[in-house]
């Protein structure tokens, strides 16, 4: 199997339903009601899914119950052959319930620093702003954040999409820019074309993830196709959310490669969506969507997309260092 880099994926939607009957248990707290539904839930829109992905975070409350989430994917990215993880968190998500930021950080680092010994791969984190709540929330939050700057490094920009547009954040983002900080956004997944135009011009973003309605501005794919601007693409996530066709086989990722832009392949938030990153590679070799030599293409291109080191990325792409050790 190539080496693979996952570079969206967010950590809160990695909990599963036997780790929140556990924390729940643990904590001694009753099982969020969207979490004893049984069978996998359907969901109309981006909206319908987030209302249930914030509902079931109340069975986390202390530091090691961040910790016993991220190892619970680091374990399940390393079986699919991920060699890096750039994981997003949603801090305000946890704030708001009254959780301190230090709890997440502190237990989501926990789990990180062990990475290479247990699960022979490397992860970073990627703070993101719940654009819902706006811009001034953003910015105290990523004030809070600056005592923990050296254990996060990058932001993004996820939640509710329409109606928030990246231009609000504008004041965030070029502080982080300025601290140091990668970037990414959100756009094009619910969104039109012209979210990922702001993400571009008005957040100076390194990757927008998703970003497939991109395919419906011209002028907009020869930009990302010129810039060589990575998309992580999360096409059962798309498919769940409806964001793209019911039938995978119709999902515009080939179309995405065939303009030449630089796509990756991502779970997005793999316990509400159908399955993990190898899932996702199974569903559209399944589906007839790519072939052998395009699974290739796109784990080189989450390597080379990702925040790495230049060094260790040219390391995997020659096959040399494909497990990692402190
Ligand atoms: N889109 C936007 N925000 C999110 C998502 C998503 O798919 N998952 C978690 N937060
Ligand atoms: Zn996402």
Request: aromatic content about 8%; charged content about 25%.
């Amino acid at each position: 199997m190539c080496p693979l880099a996952e570079l969206h994926v967010h950590i809160e939607g990695t909990l599963s339903h036997s780790l929140i009957r556990e924390l729940a248990r643990r904590n001694d707290l009753p099982i969020p009601p969207a979490a004893r539904r049984d069978g996998p839930s359907s969901f109309g829109c981006l909206d319908d899914f987030l209302r249930d992905y914030y509902a079931n975070l109340d069975v986390l409350r202390e530091r090691r119950d961040f910790t016993d989430l991220a190892n619970a994917y680091l374990k399940r990215a390393s079986q699919a052959g991920v060699v890096h993880a750039e994981i997003f968190f949603d801090p305000q998500s946890h704030t708001r319930r009254g959780v301190p930021l230090s709890t997440v950080i502190l237990g989501l680092s926990d789990a990180l620093e062990e990475a290479p010994d247990r699960f022979g791969m490397t992860a970073s984190l990627i703070m993101c702003f719940l654009r819902d709540r706006g811009p001034q929330e953003a910015c105290a939050i990523y004030d809070e954040a600056l005592a923990f700057r050296d254990r996060f490094i990058g932001v993004g920009l996820d939640s509710s999409e329409e109606g928030f547009p990246p231009s609000w954040f504008a004041g965030v983002f070029a502080r982080a820019k300025a601290d140091g900080l990668h970037r990414v956004a959100h756009a094009g997944e619910e969104s039109g074309p012209e979210y990922v135009w702001e993400a571009l011009d008005i957040l100076d973003v390194e990757r927008i993830d998703h970003g497939i309605r991109s395919l419906e501005d011209l002028e907009l794919v020869a930009r990302l196709k010129a810039e060589g601007m990575p998309l992580t693409v999360c096409p059962l996530s798309n498919v769940a959310l409806r964001n793209s066709p019911a039938d995978i086989a119709q999902h515009p990722l080939p179309v995405m490669l065939g303009e030449g832009l630089m796509v990756t392949v991502n779970s997005d938030d793999p316990e509400y969506f159908g399955g993990y990153i190898d899932d996702n590679f199974a569903a559209l070799t399944r589906a007839g969507v790519i072939d052998g030599a395009q699974c290739r293409q796109l784990a080189r291109n989450s390597i080379r997309a990702s925040f790495m080191p230049e060094a260790r990325k040219a390391a995997l792409l020659s096959g040399e260092d494909i497990r990692v050790s402190r």
